[in-house]
């Protein structure tokens, strides 16, 4: 499979969950595979695949690492370290927008309202979150705090 082929396919495989997210957000398959782990595990296991091709089999950037900025840098010169970054990004986001879903519908606030924290979150991952922030100020039902 090229590289290519395979960001496309994560994206592919994301799409689905976050169109349940937005437009059917009660429905019970929503609920059976978004607000499941099913999702977080599935991507996950595709980032541990990658990351783990990349520290055992030398598949990266030889100057790839965690100590600095530019071995940082490094780590995303190869197609596998964008793969491995972006299913991080897809899990993460993906499961911050399944908890802004939730959350909303358990303070009350409205689906409609929260659809563009939804949508910044699938694109833009921690804007969605501050979108779902300045939400809850704006409708009174401030999320930032725990307890409601």
């Known amino acids: 499979m ?33 607000h499941s782990m099913l999702y977080p595990l599935v991507i996950g296991g595709i980032y541990l695949v990658s990351l783990g091709a990349a520290m055992a089999f030398g598949v990266s950037d030889p100057d790839a690492g ?14 596998n370290g964008i ?13 911050v927008g399944a908890w802004i879903a939730r959350d909303a519908a358990r303070r009350g606030i409205g689906h409609l309202v929260t659809v563009p924290a939804l949508l910044l979150s699938f694109s833009f991952g921690p804007l969605g979150l501050m979108t779902y922030a300045l939400t809850g100020l704006i409708v009174r039902k401030p999320v930032w705090r725990l307890e409601q």
Request: charged share 10%; no cysteine.
């Open 2 to 34: 090229s590289w290519d082929i395979a960001y496309l396919a994560l994206n592919a495989l994301v799409l689905p969950a976050w169109v349940l997210l937005i437009v059917l957000p009660r429905s019970g398959l929503t609920r059976q595979l978004v």
């Open 66 to 79: 965690m100590s600095s900025l530019s071995a940082v840098m490094s780590l995303f010169d190869h197609p």
């Open 83 to 95: 793969i491995t970054g972006w299913s991080h990004y897809l899990a993460f986001d993906l499961f």
